[in-house]
């Protein structure tokens, strides 16, 4: 999976260098109004999207871990637990807690992707989380070369629909919808299939009703 994240740990890269973002960071750098997040020590923001909880005890011990305000989605699954709250919880060894900060857009390379250095420009899947009602957001994608940025991913969920838009070049393969409590009726492009969408060719829009 972490081959998968390159597009977004890439870009996260280009931000530390080019801004002094560090890509793993203290939990209060991201949320300075939220004083418990001031003694986190033992999680961690990877970028602003997501929340790592690594385990430190073992698998028949509970672990506990603290999730700010929002819904918060796990990585791994749909799974969401709604903020300010601390989660306890027993980890399988070989699992981690990876957690998706509501309002996000997480780019990921093709499935199956098994080296770090590929073309972060082709059959991206793009997962949205916890949009809400009259929000935009925009992602960059990175080319891997360099600083450059290859084009922008926008979302926008507006009258219950959620308009996707891309301005560069690279190709979308597919987009999944995280939105408590929403199931995708139709889309204007791709195959939709429960909360994603596949494409087959390129497309730069497509608008989900929701």
Request: aromatic share 10%; net charge neutral; charged share 25%.
């Amino acid at each position: 999976m972490k081959h998968r994240l390159m597009p977004y740990l890439y870009y996260q890269a280009i931000q530390g260098h080019l801004k002094g973002h560090p890509v793993q960071r203290a939990m209060w750098l991201d949320f300075v109004e939220d004083r418990t997040t001031l003694y986190l020590d033992r999680q961690f923001m990877l970028g602003p999207s997501l929340l790592v909880a690594p385990i430190f005890v073992p698998s028949e011990e509970e672990s506990e871990y603290y999730l700010p305000k929002g819904r918060w989605t796990s990585f791994w699954s749909d799974r969401t637990v709604e903020g300010p709250t601390w989660v306890s919880e027993k980890v399988a060894l070989d699992d981690i807690p990876v957690w998706v900060r509501p309002g996000s857009i997480i780019v990921l390379g093709p499935a199956g992707t098994k080296r770090p250095d590929y073309d972060y420009t082709k059959g991206l899947t793009v997962k949205v989380y916890e949009l809400e009602e009259g929000q935009t957001l925009e992602v960059n994608v990175p080319s891997g070369k360099g600083a450059e940025i290859a084009g922008v991913i926008s979302a926008q969920r507006r009258n219950g629909e959620l308009k996707l838009g891309s301005k560069g070049g690279f190709t979308l393969g597919a987009i999944e919808i995280f939105i408590e409590g929403v199931k995708p009726k139709s889309a204007s492009a791709g195959t939709l299939k429960s909360k994603k969408v596949k494409f087959s060719e390129a497309v730069s829009e497509v608008t989900i009703n929701l």
